[in-house]
């Protein structure tokens, strides 16, 4: 993997974290708005760390 | 000086540039006409740089190409030098072979967006084009366009999404949890930190710069003691304010460059990501 690559490969790490909690983050918020509850927040941002972490894993991980 | 040519350059006491503290309301652009109303302020200061940035990008390689010969003469030399740069650092080594069809976009990019960040440093302009950030979006949206419409060539629509959306070796249970989030972070977060990246240094550059420039002038012009300090005091410190704002700039220069190159870099990764056969 050259320089280049590698700064690719790190934004693209970030990125895949920031729709990690943009999106199960997100949905949790709408739950939460539509249910009146506040605990689906905090719920789906750790869904979405978690599935973040998961695809980092998937796909660079084994290099 | 007056009508056109104050609100195309910057001058002392008009403008925006004038106001203390800096901010974003620094940056709000002037419209050339502001006789004919609301709707034509789209015609402002910043359009007029990035339409000059761009007919000097046209003009630079127009003349670069211009009577081309075997042995190169200097001019000849000084453009090839700078088209090796970006085919050898950023196309060849992100493309592979397939790069020479998006060599001339990246070159473009590149002198495009260098030129506009060169403009934050140098009179007349005394602003970076892309501190304003739907000038980042529209380069962005060009990526976007550029990386997507390359894979749906080469791939056709589905498998394209396929690819793009689902990494070899998930599971299928895990598939409604992974789809949202790739699609996610390529069609969206990706080209959106692009543009962010680009903006937000070129923002905070001339952010600094103005505190730098301004604040030490308007120490330099103290003509009597403020907050208890000596006027001598409030003089040298607007000096060395101004002396260190020298640095800034250096700073600038050197920023520009990279935020330009790392735009052209990441833009090729993108395509070379879309058009790769395998992850």
Redesign the interface.
């Known amino acids: 993997m050259?320089e280049?690559?590698g700064?690719?490969q790190g934004?693209?790490i970030?990125?895949?974290l920031?729709?990690?909690l943009?999106?199960y983050g997100g949905l949790g918020w709408l739950a939460d708005r539509a249910l009146n509850t506040t605990f689906w927040l905090p719920v789906g941002l750790i869904l979405?760390t978690v599935?973040?972490i998961?695809?980092v894993i998937?796909?660079y991980g084994r290099a | 000086m007056g009508g056109l040519a104050s609100r195309l350059i910057p001058l002392e006491g008009e403008g925006d540039h004038s106001g203390w503290p800096p901010s974003a309301e620094s940056f709000n652009s002037r419209p050339l006409f502001p006789d004919l109303g609301p709707q034509f302020s789209w015609l402002n200061n910043h359009l007029t740089q990035a339409v000059i940035a761009a007919i000097i990008v046209i003009a630079f390689w127009l003349w670069m190409a211009r009577r081309q010969t075997v042995v190169p003469s200097r001019k000849q030399f000084l453009g090839e030098q700078f088209y090796n740069l970006i085919r050898n650092?950023?196309a060849r080594?992100?493309l592979g072979h397939d790069y020479r069809r998006f060599l001339p976009y990246l070159i473009a990019l590149f002198t495009f967006i260098w030129i506009n960040n060169l403009f934050g440093q140098f009179f007349l302009f005394m602003f970076p084009t892309f501190s304003k950030i739907g000038y980042a979006y529209g380069l962005a949206l060009l990526t976007w366009l550029l990386y997507n419409g390359a894979g749906i060539a080469k791939w056709g629509f589905g498998t394209y999404m396929r690819k793009m959306t689902l990494?070899e070796?998930?599971p299928k249970a895990?598939w409604a949890?992974?789809i949202?989030?790739?699609f996610?972070?390529n069609f969206?977060?990706?080209p959106f930190?692009l543009a962010l990246r680009l903006f937000a240094n070129m923002f905070a550059g001339h952010l600094v710069v103005m505190v730098f420039v301004i604040g030490s002038t308007m120490l330099l012009a103290m003509t009597e003691p403020a907050n208890g300090f000596p006027v001598a005091l409030l003089k040298t410190a607007g000096g060395i304010g101004i002396v260190f704002s020298f640095a800034i700039f250096a700073l600038e220069l050197l920023v520009g460059a990279i935020q330009a190159y790392?735009f052209t870099?990441?833009t090729?990764?993108?395509v070379a990501?879309s058009i790769a056969e395998s992850?």
Request: hydrophobic fraction near 45%.
């Open positions: 050259d280049q690559g700064v690719d934004l693209r970030i990125s895949y920031i729709s990690g943009l999106f979405g599935a973040g998961y695809i998937k796909r | 650092t950023i080594d992100a990494p070796g998930v895990l949890l992974i949202p989030l790739e996610l972070s969206i977060v990706r930190t790392i870099v990441l090729a990764q993108y990501s992850h």
